[in-house]
């Protein structure tokens, strides 16, 4: 997770010594250098001083923070049916036009809503008689759609 190219990041650090080279060179480095800092600084000085420990410490609070935050506002999860529609047409439309997926995935979730195996093929049934029958039913909704997108005279 900590992983930073080196090149975008290099212009940074030279900008850092030329503005520490210019502070010298202008005397602004020796003014802020006889300031001393108020009681506002002490945490500050404390994580500066004790770098090692507040960055080995502040990982697993973060992370802890950010469970946390899932728990009382959990990502929001997409019905079967929506996730269904979404697999497919992303799918499908590697191979066909849109319009043809959006139809075509239409009569596999009604099928396959309508006698019920939605939930086996949620449920990740391998067995050769169901991938068969998918595998059919595919075929049959494959030709559907190509006889309804040939009646419409879209193709």
């Given at each position: 997770?900590?992983?930073?190219?080196?090149?975008?990041?290099?212009?940074?650090?030279?900008?850092?010594?030329?503005?520490?080279?210019?502070?010298?060179?202008?005397?602004?480095?020796?003014?802020?250098?006889?300031?001393?800092?108020?009681?506002?600084?002490?945490?500050?000085?404390?994580?500066?001083?004790?770098?090692?420990?507040?960055?080995?410490?502040?990982?697993?609070?973060?992370?802890?923070?950010?469970?946390?935050?899932?728990?009382?506002?959990?990502?929001?999860?997409?019905?079967?049916?929506?996730?269904?529609?979404?697999?497919?047409?992303?799918?499908?439309?590697?191979?066909?036009?849109?319009t043809f997926c959006s139809s075509?995935?239409?009569?596999?979730?009604?099928?396959?809503?309508?006698?019920?195996?939605?939930?086996?093929?949620?449920?990740?049934?391998?067995?050769?008689?169901?991938?068969?029958?998918?595998?059919?039913?595919?075929?049959?909704?494959?030709?559907?759609?190509?006889?309804?997108?040939?009646?419409?005279?879209?193709?």
């Amino acid at each position: 997770n900590d992983y930073v190219p080196l090149f975008p990041w290099f212009g940074a650090v030279l900008l850092g010594l030329g503005a520490a080279k210019l502070a010298s060179a202008s005397g602004i480095r020796a003014r802020l250098a006889s300031r001393v800092p108020g009681r506002w600084a002490n945490p500050l000085v404390f994580i500066g001083r004790h770098s090692l420990a507040f960055y080995l410490i502040h990982q697993p609070l973060l992370i802890g923070c950010v469970w946390l935050f899932s728990q009382v506002m959990p990502a929001q999860v997409d019905p079967p049916r929506v996730n269904f529609l979404k697999t497919c047409q992303r799918s499908c439309e590697q191979m066909r036009n849109a319009t043809f997926c959006s139809s075509y995935c239409g009569c596999m979730l009604e099928t396959l809503d309508g006698e019920g195996s939605l939930d086996r093929l949620y449920n990740n049934d391998q067995t050769a008689d169901f991938r068969a029958h998918l595998s059919d039913l595919a075929a049959t909704c494959t030709a559907k759609t190509e006889d309804k997108m040939t009646e419409g005279g879209t193709q």
